[in-house]
């Protein structure tokens, strides 16, 4: 089970940090990603994460975003800044156990997934 927290309404310019808890398993290493769905438009990559802590990030939000997580609380976290409008969407953590590092922003490598949490940037 994944529960995403810490969506919200912002500024723009200002930033948000998104949380996700991977619950269920104890003692496993998960990859994680970070998708996001704005009204009326397709799902779309954000960041992703693998075993090792590598990262991978989408064009949009390359040097604005960070993923990072806790190996030892299975907790993946989202940081944001400089958030602008184009940044307003639904945010959707997703888990499994492997990912290859080169499909880390392919929801469909994804076997889990959470409720998402919205964030609003005016």
């Known amino acids: 089970q994944l529960v995403e927290s810490g969506g919200g309404s912002v500024q723009a310019g200002e930033s948000l940090r998104l949380s996700c808890v991977a619950s269920?398993?104890?003692?496993?290493?998960?990859?994680f990603g970070w998708f996001r769905q704005a009204p009326g438009k397709a799902r779309e990559a954000v960041a992703g994460?693998?075993?090792?802590?590598?990262?991978t990030y989408a064009r949009s939000v390359q040097d604005r975003f960070t993923i990072s997580k806790d190996r030892a609380r299975n907790i993946a976290y989202l940081q944001m800044n400089n958030l602008n409008a184009e940044d307003t969407a639904m945010y959707y953590c997703?888990?499994?156990?492997?990912?290859?590092?080169?499909?880390?922003?392919?929801?469909?490598?994804?076997?889990?997934w959470g409720q998402g949490t919205q964030v609003t940037v005016s």
């Open positions: 997703a888990a499994d156990f492997y990912v290859h590092p080169s499909s880390l922003l392919e929801p469909g490598d994804y076997d889990y």
């Open positions: 269920g398993y104890t003692d496993r290493n998960y990859c």
């Open positions: 994460i693998d075993l090792n802590g590598g990262t």
